[in-house]
């Protein structure tokens, strides 16, 4: 676990009063200083009515005595200036929390550290008994809701036999595994394509001698799968490979060597047997046996008809379903229009009612098989990414908009075996009097059920205290933090990692704005506004960047910005024009920007992922603004 701020910071709440961090560390001085000298003088009364042309007769006496209580009460008089300017800093939460959870769940690291005992769980609040934990006469008082726990005198001896500090890190193995073995070169990779009759627009490209040729979209994706298979045929020959076409029905192919299963008409909407007829098609054997058969079906295929998007992902997913950690890559250029999922033709945002319904639930049930899905879709083209892009962003795949000549590198990496662990559940608590603003829980237990991780992947979360709780946790040293993580690795077995530590308590007032985290609050800022947005909670995430963007001005005020931070404050410019042009211009979100959009809500820092592909987002957004506004 990693925080924005070395302390907890008690004084902060929803409506933002009572935090800013000051200048110098413990210094109880206010953060903006009042102007020295005589107040400012009071503002001039307002006007109730226009003054009256002097041509129209005057006004009946009475209005010269108005009423105590006037019938139409005028607009309130704006705030002075000098009361905005103290307010203005006061908003941005430093209560931040940052999991690295691709590091937490690689068991490469952790040799030495396990355990076949079965953690010490508390019978009210699930926490967990740790080295950190206080016991006395075998009772071990909760340190996170009070609870006295009865504790067996071994385990008593455990606990204060180990080093005690401010943090502890525990791994838990079963001592013998509920699942069968899985080899890791079992898992399956789907390659799920769109050949409909928009599939033969061209673009024109150089080629090897020099001159111009125009090449269509799937003589693109042609080229690219072929290159996938070499690939994966020199890295990863055990690994078993399947393909899925879809235009006006969807095509089976498997892993070639067998007779195409074709689902058509009526089958297209029918939820249960796409997902029965799918999973029970014949288990793709290794690419090492049908790397010809799948580059000659790959030759074979033709653009033509309309665009089932929803069916054949379903299938695709189904087959992937029998091997956890396998993957989906679904490659598309246009909105899916027939059978399961079809998209309307008004576009919305994700919040809206016409949302299909079936990419949520398609999304949960891939998560719940241990199968990541990613989405790519063709530069120009309109394939309300906002909504099929939820399959990605909800089951940890990739989200991205290719042309001709990046296709191929894309559906490489997006076909790299990068999995590290499955069915992954991550639990944190807190004392009691905690909270977890913008969280479904308003207690002091947060649940966030995650699926499959990859290599690089952070979570944030953003907690407070409870103003009655204030005063009580002051007169505390530290207060308890717990994670609980469960998951599964590659070869499926079950691991539960349970992190505790201590932290100091303060108040706004003795943080400096200097010691902060600058990529734990960056993240965390990308993540949450991005969230948000695909909530259609937009002026929420405006509200938040602008507080945000305030605090990281202020921490450029006490020490310099370091070049790979700056990244950070990039992020927070794009959501800005992002969410600023759905507020004033079209209320939707263009495909571009939909990319954008949910790269950022999968943002890790800068030290734990060295990908550039976030770096590239200020130049992304101007692109995608021109393209929004073309709407």
Known sequence: MEFACSHVICNWSSD?????????????????????GPAPPPLPPRRLRKPRPTSLPLPPLPSFNPPLIPLSLPPPVPPRVDKLRSKSQSKANMNIVSLSIGKLVDMSHATGMESFQSPLI?????????????????????????????????????????????????I???????????????????????????????????????????????????????????????????????????????????????????????????????????ASYSIPHCIAETYQQLIQRVKDLRDHGATCLGPAALASVAMASRYPGSKVILCTDGRANIGLGEIEETPSLPSSPLTPYFYRQLALQAVDSGVIISVMTFEGTDCRLADIGRLADTTGGRVNIVNIGTVATEIQS?????????????????????????????????????GNVTKGMEITFQFSVKPEFT??????????????????????????????????????????????????????????????????????????LKAQQHLLKQIS????????ESIYGNWMDTMTTICDDITTESQTLSDEAAKVVYQMKKASSVSNNKSNTMEMQKKTVRKKKAVMEAM
């Open 16 to 36: 933002g009063t009572g935090v800013s961090p000051t200048e110098h560390e413990y210094d109880n001085s206010l953060t903006v200083k009042q102007q020295e």
């Open 557 to 564: 005020e006490h020490r310099p910005i370091q070049k790979d």
């Open 414 to 450: 997006a076909s790299m075996d990068n999995v590290l662990a499955t069915s992954v559940t991550a639990t944190v608590l807190a004392s009691d009097g905690v909270y977890f603003p913008y969280e479904d829980e308003n207690n002091h237990k947060l649940v966030r059920t995650i």
């Open 172 to 278: 838990y193995l079963p001592s013998q595994s509920e699942d069968d073995y899985q080899n890791l070169e079992d898992a399956l990779v789907v390659f799920c394509v769109d050949i409909s009759g928009s599939m033969s627009v061209t673009t024109e490209v150089i080629s090897s001698s020099g001159s111009p040729t125009h090449i269509s979209r799937l003589e693109g994706i042609q080229d690219a799968l072929q290159k996938a298979l070499s690939s994966m045929l020199q890295l990863s020959p055990l690994r078993r490979v399947a393909l899925v076409t879809f235009n006006d029905e969807v095509v089976i192919y498997g892993d070639g060597t067998g007779t195409p299963l074709t689902l058509r008409d009526y089958a297209l909407v029918d939820y249960d047997h796409i997902w029965q007829q799918s």
């Open 122 to 170: 508390c019978g009210k609040c699930s926490a967990a008994l740790s080295c950190l934990s206080s016991i006395q006469k075998s009772v071990w008082v909760c340190e996170f809701c009070g609870r006295e726990n009865s504790v067996d005198d071994g385990v008593n001896r455990v606990c204060i036999g180990q080093h005690i500090g401010i943090r502890s890190d525990d």
């Open 471 to 544: 005063e009580v946790f002051l007169q505390k040293e530290t207060l308890p933090f717990q994670l609980q993580l469960h998951f599964k690795t590659r070869d499926q077995q079950r691991v539960t990692r349970i992190i505790t530590e201590q932290r100091p308590v303060t108040t706004s007032s003795r943080v400096s704005a200097g010691s902060l985290n600058m990529a734990v609050i960056g993240v965390h800022c990308a993540q949450l506004c991005a969230r948000l947005t695909m909530e259609g909670q937009v002026q929420e995430a405006q509200s938040q």
